[in-house]
């Protein structure tokens, strides 16, 4: 069984730049949430995904979008990065099905914007 | 959502039992308590959940009173390796996925 991947670990973005982050869940899951961790802070819950559709988002702005592919995996947009974004962006995985509150988190991109 | 409160840092020995208490005063009733522990550029891992009464895993075990509006984490026999932050959550049955995650414990592990 893998676990949850993402991809890239490390990535260096200039303000007003455009950034794609991916995720692989891991096998069997079939919903993807995605959180924003800044240096210090909690994760913060930006959106999750089920059946390729966006199933509830947190505060976060529209350029803050993402997408679910038929085989589970994800990727989150963020465009017109701003220096704010810098953060450690979190997938994680579970299944509906198991309807439990695990979830199964990757290790993160670390995005740093200058 | 109701919100969650513990304490910001814990310090103990190894071999020593750490209890974190976490209060929710406004938990709902379809709501459950998830704690996750968190280690340094990695991604929470989920510890234990329960939602009344006492649960135990190999990891840790929570203790929850009849009136739910605490709970306390038990790390039992405390290594270094424990040295982390733990997080408590209030998790509704209907937004398993959306966690609201709060500042979070620091516990560090001495020898």
């Known amino acids: 069984e893998t676990g949850v991947t993402q991809s890239p670990t490390h990535l260096i973005k200039t303000r007003g730049q455009q950034v794609t982050l991916r995720c692989s869940s891991q096998s069997g899951h079939n919903t993807v949430s995605w959180y924003q961790q800044a240096l210090g802070q909690g994760p913060q819950f930006i959106f999750q995904y089920y059946r390729e559709e966006e199933n509830g988002r947190g505060n976060f702005p529209p350029r803050f979008s993402g997408l679910q592919f038929p085989n589970y995996s994800s990727e989150l947009n963020v465009n017109a990065l701003e220096l704010d974004d810098s953060a450690l962006y979190l997938c994680a995985s579970s299944s509906v099905r198991e309807n439990t509150g695990e979830l199964f988190f990757g290790e993160g991109s670390r995005l740093t914007v200058l | 959502l109701a919100k969650t409160t513990q304490p910001i840092s814990m310090d103990s020995y190894e071999g020593q039992e750490v209890n974190i208490t976490c209060s929710h005063n406004n938990i709902a009733t379809n709501d459950y308590i998830t704690w996750y522990q968190q280690f340094p550029s990695q991604g929470p891992r989920f510890i234990i959940q329960g939602y009344k009464t006492k649960v135990t895993n190999e990891v840790a075990s929570l203790f929850i009173p009849a009136d739910r509006k605490s709970s306390t984490l038990s790390l039992p026999r405390v290594s270094l390796s424990d040295t982390a932050v733990y997080y408590c959550?209030?998790?509704?049955?209907?937004?398993?996925?959306?966690?609201?995650f709060g500042a979070g414990t620091q516990v560090v592990v001495t020898p």
């Open positions: 959550l209030v998790v509704p049955t209907d937004s398993w996925g959306k966690l609201q």
